[in-house]
């Protein structure tokens, strides 16, 4: 028998997610020597024996890796031939400039779902129950490599139980190194006025009390804070909108078990799977008749409800059923609105105190703060809202290799992304950059993620507008560390990410749908409804929306009747004559201070923004007049629309522009005659697609181009998209649209990296 040694390299999401273990046992199944450890590059393997058994073992790791892993490159080579006579698993290595991916946090696991409700395990009820299959990852590590004493779990020495389940390989628990229990791990309690009242098991059921009577409670969960409270209990919410001062937007919702989601929201298998899944993210689904009754007190005006299940432990024990208790709570972001989210203890009392009644508390700390993702579904696959918990910091594999870069992203949706080698690292979800709590949020967290990817920048990338947040970080860092800065218009940054999603290699251009609402132009107007053609080397505007006056700038994005006013005058419809919603929306006052910037163009910027077209719609079919968060008028039309309508109003290309004058004409005309404003929505969301179809033909006609990159804002209006896709598709067009980020601003950083490469020319 002839003894070999072979050498494995692995990289990808492959520490914290039960890899090691998996070889261990994998090796001695097949009755070989060796070792395996983390290192700050990924997972390096040598195996000794016969040529037979290290073949089936290289087949069985390849094919069937741990189930959280993802494994981006598997390099297996020859090695000099040592004797191994046993299999061990070696302490990790850590190189300062080594890199590699790191595990998001995921949900708890069915393993430990059954032991957390089974009176005869040890861990019978305990809040942090965690195995190599779920629990936290991100959101507690301080360093790589992903090891107990790099996480926030370094406090907690392990009791004897638990050390021996650490080191026995054939225990689920084998090297996971957030594993804990009753005795050596981290505890809950309950406090009102910083003072603690319970602990353990009557703090969990002081908790259950406090919100079966109506109270906001703080919950400190994985990656932060959450406010609960009972979602049936209109008076609760409400209580909760005005503390939080979030007048209209939905709140999230958590239930126990999908079984309690499905009486609210009709699930598909696809959206039940995402529900489901290690990444619990909040899943956007149809009402049901119950649901349209839970709607009305927790997502006024919407046809969806945002479902996610209780993902870990502490939330399971705290939304078990039982008589009286509520079967949903609200569980929405621990902030006041446009704050960052809170995740220390100290700062959330001083934080939330005014906001909460009372605190659900624990003492493992979180190291970053990470907001719950939001996904709906698109050709059964998940289509991201908002990315976070679950699916950040997952890496993205990019067609271009870079030299080490951050791009800081824009002002709205923040993300940053920090590049190195064939690797982006696309931050979590920030926020909107408009204060300076949030600030301080992004500047920790980029400087957590460089520290953690050992990506050290030598170049930044960042949006045009001066004025941005995100844009001044960057240029004040780009002068104090003298590092080039390259900036980049906003819609090309749209183009690019998408491009760079869909592994684009090509020098060859494609054609951008960017829908958006705002974007800083290269004119130093605001771009928004924009159709590019290009890549990461540049573009050209070939067709834009027709611009019109925002009265009132960013006045006018929180009243839609002022948009609808400039839009009506601009296809000469007289609003007073025909007594259009936005007119009667609007005071006397206000209404001749419109007329007064339309005429004298002061304080009124011109925007071909297609954001502010399907708000000025909106408008006009009376459906939303002012704003309490971004888009919501446009998913008041979305929701609006007859989904049998096929009809489409004509929006004319003229030149370079898109018109739609004739259009609203038709659509205004249609409202005189008495077509139902849910008709007259749908029509409009026709007339788009129709658009977009058209503008592609043309492109076509003139340069053959066949790929489209849809991407901005307004896709994430889920009618659109799913009809984009098909008519695109028979036309012979190949659609390429977002998967792993979300399509609004959050791609936006992407973008910026892959644009800033091809214009280093260092790189």
Known sequence: MKLQNWRFHITGIVQGVGFRPTVYLLAREHHLGGWVNNTAQGVEIEIHGAEKDCAAFTHSLKNNPPALAKVDSFEVFPAPLRVYTEFTIRDSENRAEDFLPVSPDMAICPDCQRELFNPADRRYRYPFINCTHCGPRFSILRDIPYDRPNTSMAGFPLCPDCAAEYHDPGNRRFHAQPVACPVCGPQVWYEENELRLYEGAQALQAARSALREGKILAVKGLGGFHLACDAHNALAVQTLRERKHRTGKPFALMAFSPEIVRRYARLSPEELRLLSSPQAPIVLAETTHAGKKLAKITAPDQTRLGFMLAYTPLHLLLLEPEAGFPEALVMTSGNLSEEPLAYRDDEARQRLSSLADAFLMHNRPIYMRVD???????????????????YAPGQLRIPKTALPILGTGTQLKNTFCLARDRYAFVSHFIGDLENQETLDSFEQAVAHYEKLFRIHPRALACDMHPDYLATRYARARSQR??????????????????????????????????????????????????VLVGGYQGFERRFHLLPVPLPGGDLAVRKPARTALSWLAAADIPAEEHQLPPFQALSKQERDAVTAQLQSRINAPETSSMGRLFDAVASILGLCHEISYEAQAAIALESAADPDEKGAYAILLRDNILDPRDMLRELTADLRRGVSVPRVAARFHNSI???????????????????????????????????????????????????????????????????????????
């Open 689 to 763: 697609i129709q658009l977009s179809v058209q503008v592609c033909r043309s492109i076509r006609e003139e340069s053959g181009l066949r790929h489209v990159a849809i991407s901005g804002g307004v896709w994430q209006n889920m009618r659109l998209m799913r009809a984009i896709l098909p008519a695109l598709e028979a036309e012979n067009f190949i659609p390429l649209y977002h998967r792993a980020l979300p399509t609004n601003d959050a791609c936006v950083s992407l973008g910026q990296v892959m644009v800033a490469l091809q214009a280093l020319p260092e790189n």
């Open 372 to 390: 719950d993702s939001v996904v709906t579904v698109l050709r059964e696959q998940p289509y991201l809202i908002r990315r976070a918990r679950g």
């Open 481 to 530: 560390e003298s590092l080039p800065l390259i900036a980049v218009q906003h819609h090309h940054a749209h183009l690019a990410a998408c491009l760079a999603e869909n592994a684009w290699e090509s020098s060859a251009p494609a054609i951008g749908l960017i829908f958006d609402g705002t974007g800083y132009g290269t004119d130093g107007s605001i771009w928004g409804g924009e």
